[in-house]
């Protein structure tokens, strides 16, 4: 069965750092997404991805984020200058366009900023 | 942000028993309603979904019932089984281009034996 993966697993990085989280969506999908977990808290949503344009974007995704898909396959969030606050589960998620309204996840990337 | 409440943060259950996992909601802009399912490091498995237009969707022993005059959702497990045992997340996407999911604070759902 298709699915959504992530690399790293678990990042650590310093802050001030800048860190690149790395997704393969499922193949056929067009719509992209970014969210993430805050331990303790719920799942926010970061960005979505369509048609190699932000579609939507969340008051969290400031200038020190982008997403960019650089080639067929895969999907990525840069985080510029990483600050402690940042520590939290990522999770890239996808769907196909045209209704298809289900966000398939990938297993999330752990990030600690230190 | 709490457009979307599981007031729930826990519910225990015996084998082979329904599960009922409740859901709230406050913005009437929701169209489309998800459940997903999580175990401990793993990202959310999508289980079943269900639109505005509708009240129930089945798809074998889960079914989500939405009643949008009261602002709800709920899921239902029949029967449910210990590896069910995970936490569960009710998401609502709100109407638009972007297909925003808010999700739920969750409810750890633990089937015993």
């Known amino acids: 069965e298709p699915e959504v993966t992530q690399t790293p697993s678990h990042q650590v990085t310093q802050m001030g750092q800048e860190v690149i989280l790395r997704c393969v969506p499922i193949?056929?999908?067009?719509?992209f997404y970014w969210y993430r977990q805050i331990l303790g808290q719920k799942v926010e949503f970061l960005v979505s991805f369509y048609n190699n344009e932000i579609s939507e974007k969340s008051e969290i995704f400031d200038d020190q984020f982008s997403v960019e898909r650089p080639d067929g396959s895969n999907f990525t969030l840069k985080i510029r200058s990483t600050k402690l606050e940042d520590s939290a589960m990522y999770f890239c998620?996808?769907?196909?366009?045209?209704?298809?309204?289900?966000?398939?996840f990938g297993p999330g990337t752990r990030l600690t900023v230190t | 942000d709490q457009q979307v409440k599981q007031n729930s943060p826990s519910l225990s259950v015996q084998e082979g028993r329904i599960s009922i996992l409740n859901c709230d909601y406050t913005n009437s802009m929701f169209d489309y309603f998800l459940w997903y399912k999580k175990y401990p490091a793993e990202g959310p498995t999508f289980l079943i979904s269900i639109s505005s237009i509708k009240d129930k969707n089945e798809d074998g022993r889960f079914t989500v019932f939405l009643n949008k005059s009261a602002k709800h959702l709920s899921l239902h497990i029949v029967p449910s089984q210990p590896g069910d045992s995970a936490v569960y997340f009710c998401a609502a996407k709100l109407g638009g281009y972007g297909n925003k999911l808010v999700f739920g604070a969750g409810t750890i759902l633990r089937v015993k034996s």
């Open positions: 193949s056929n999908h067009l719509y």
């Open positions: 998620a996808s769907s196909e366009a045209l209704g298809g309204y289900e966000q398939y």
